[in-house]
């Protein structure tokens, strides 16, 4: 598929040469057109075809010259295989609710990207990866190469690793005979309108028949179901703690009322 071209000065023709009409032979039809000569660079376009490969046809042109008799220049053009693309690219690491980007080291041609397994777990937009689930897909990459190089296609696996996500249990304090307080958490990291699959119940840890709020210490509040944002999170849990402490005493002041002499 490419223009073979022969620099004729780099020959050594004798001084004073001249081009006669040529004549081709190309049984196997290997070139689509009739060779050119401009000035001293002969070129001759071949057939975009790999069944040609190592098929040959031959050119042959008649030089004259001043002090020399006429010869005929042979010219062979051989249809060689095409270079192999240099397309290469790493396996992609993401983490779920993140973007990405296919990174080529090395590319001759344009390039091509399309999913063929896994489009569950990603898609493709411009040339951007966004997450669609925690998983592994398979994308192929094409380079189109050139007239000199072959096309060649490669193939990169993207894991998606579950994101990792933090519910925290809210601490609390409180006074010793206080109602005890409402026990709250909060997650951050969800993506997008994510929400938790399983929910904790909370609890404040203490040993049995001991009522927290009617002594001053600091006890863990844990959660007695293990929460969960489903497959695509692995999610810790941060415990939190009451503290209950006395109530400050108030302080009478002491002395004679103001004004009082």
Do not use: C, H, W
């Amino acid at each position: 598929g490419s223009t073979a071209t022969l620099d004729l000065s780099s020959l050594g023709l004798p001084e004073g040469y001249a081009f006669g009409q040529g004549t081709v032979t190309d049984a196997d039809k290997i070139l689509t057109a009739n060779y050119n000569i401009a000035g001293n660079m002969l070129s001759v376009a071949l057939k975009n075809d790999s069944a040609q490969v190592g098929k040959t046809a031959t050119i042959t042109l008649p030089i004259s010259s001043t002090n020399y008799e006429n010869f005929d220049l042979v010219i062979t053009v051989t249809v060689n295989d095409k270079l192999e693309n240099s397309l290469a690219a790493r396996d992609i690491s993401l983490t779920y609710g993140d973007t990405g980007y296919v990174t080529v080291t090395s590319i001759i041609g344009r390039l091509r990207t399309e999913i063929v397994s896994g489009e569950d777990v990603i898609s493709l937009d411009n040339g951007t990866i966004k997450t669609l689930k925690a998983g592994t897909a398979t994308l192929k990459l094409t380079a189109s190469g050139n007239e000199n190089y072959a096309e060649k296609s490669i193939q990169v696996k993207v894991t998606v690793s579950p994101k990792p996500i933090t519910l925290t249990i809210d601490s609390k304090r409180a006074y010793v005979n206080d109602a005890q307080p409402a026990l709250t958490y909060k997650v951050n990291g969800l993506v997008g309108a994510d929400t938790l699959t399983t929910k904790p119940v909370l609890f404040v840890d203490v040993a049995e028949g001991v009522d927290p709020m009617k002594q001053v210490g600091t006890y863990a509040i844990k959660t007695s179901v293990t929460p969960s944002a489903g497959d695509n999170y692995s999610l810790t849990v941060a415990e939190g703690t009451l503290s209950v402490t006395n109530r400050p005493s108030a302080i009478t002041p002491v002395g004679p009322s103001p004004g009082t002499v």
